[in-house]
């Protein structure tokens, strides 16, 4: 093989090699515009909806359920107060969800939500969530946490009911440290 010919291959090489680590890193951005536009993913907003003032739709009634997932490897008790509700869209609604820490260590812990159906996810208006900040719990602490929701009335008719799930993962990259007898986080809230 010649060197000329040597050198467009390894030049194309090289050209692919960084196009595809271009694409590899503009699909996390894409992705997200995707599950924006579309709903899809069931990804809900990170931070709280504006008080928005939405007309009430007392003709109808939509079933909200509410789902507690725990990370596997943690020692956590969590659970929602309620199951379910019938919600009437564009009307505030609170509810709890209750967390206790059973191990004998303080720890840091973040609920991420998902909405399913994935079409409903922009529908649900979270104004008060304990997942839009890293929750702090001394040993063997427990305790309600608040959810306040509206479901926006441009949801679609078809859909009657909505699934509310969290999963509560413990932050290992944020430890809780001591000083005093005083707990204090060693990061920041999201």
């Not at 680590?21 to 993913?41: E, H, K, R, S, W």
């Not at 596997?72 to 564009?90: I, K, L, Q, S």
């Not at 260590?105 to 104004?127: D, L, Y």
């Amino acid at each position: 093989m010649s060197r000329q010919l040597h050198g467009r291959v390894v030049s194309r090489l090289a050209l692919f090699t960084v196009a595809m680590f271009g694409f590899g890193f503009a699909l996390v951005p894409l992705y997200d515009v995707i599950c924006d536009v579309t709903g899809l993913n069931g990804r809900t907003a990170d931070e709280p909806a504006d008080q928005e003032t939405y007309v009430i739709d007392e003709s109808r009634a939509v079933t909200v359920e509410f789902v507690a997932l725990e990370n596997g490897y943690a020692d956590w008790e969590f659970r929602p107060a309620v199951t379910r509700m019938t919600v009437v869209p564009g009307k505030a609604y609170h509810t709890t969800f209750f967390a206790r820490n059973r191990k004998t260590e303080a720890k840091v812990a973040q609920a991420v939500p998902s909405v399913a159906p994935g079409r409903a996810a922009r529908h649900f208006n979270k104004t008060e969530c304990f997942c839009f900040t890293r929750q702090e719990f001394q040993p063997g602490e427990g305790r309600d946490m608040p959810l306040v929701f509206v479901l926006d009335p441009r949801l679609p008719s078809d859909v009657s009911t909505v699934t509310l799930s969290y999963t509560f993962f413990e932050l290992q990259d944020t430890p809780v440290a001591v000083n005093n007898g005083v707990q204090k986080s060693g990061g920041e809230g999201v």
